[in-house]
């Protein structure tokens, strides 16, 4: 019983800090992050230590106009530091594992705050990633690019949703259109 109480509140305030930011970040402030992130994601995708070193110096430029009241404040650090880290790593490793920590708070902030264009970006997932820890990243198209394996196993994972653009409902839940597949290696969307 104190398990199952445990994982409620656990639950409940995940929950609530991940809208914490709701009203202090705007999606015209994230649409700043995406492109960094995802030059992020691409670097360390092609074992690419400077170009995602580049893409995280450039998140960290946007991030000098987030939102620093209240709550804020410390979101913002959440989503600095590993940035930062990623900025400072002197391997791939020690930037991947940072990445991992940017992207559990990117995915959110994308898919609750919102963006204001109609770029398409999709959760993806490699359930082998950091030594089968696992880990989840936004990329703009279906076609896996593993920031984690790199070219090791560029290609491992799945689409686990999408969370902006044309075809996606405030809720987070795509229309099927005509970009839909059925593909083995994913999730339909």
């Not at 639950?11 to 930011?21: F, K």
């Amino acid at each position: 019983m104190k398990q199952i109480i445990k994982l409620a509140l656990g639950l409940i305030l995940g929950v609530s800090a991940t809208y914490a930011h709701d009203d202090a970040f705007q999606p015209k402030f994230v649409d700043t992050l995406v492109g960094p992130y995802l030059a992020i994601q691409k670097g360390l995708a092609g074992d690419d230590l400077k170009t995602a070193q580049t893409g995280a110096n450039s998140f960290l430029d946007a991030m000098k106009n987030a939102p620093q009241e209240g709550e804020a404040k410390e979101e913002s650090a959440d989503l600095s530091n590993p940035a930062d880290a990623i900025a400072k790593a002197s391997d791939l490793k020690t930037a991947r594992t940072a990445f991992l920590d940017l992207s559990h708070e990117m995915i959110p902030l994308v898919q609750h705050v919102g963006i204001t264009t109609n770029t398409k970006l999709f959760v993806m997932h490699c359930p082998m990633a950091l030594e089968h820890q696992g880990g989840d990243w936004i990329q703009m198209d279906k076609n896996v690019v593993n920031p984690y394996m790199g070219a090791k196993m560029l290609h491992c994972g799945s689409i686990q949703k999408q969370i902006a653009g044309v075809s996606v409902s405030p809720e987070g839940h795509s229309d099927h259109d005509e970009d839909h597949e059925h593909n083995a290696d994913h999730h339909d969307i």
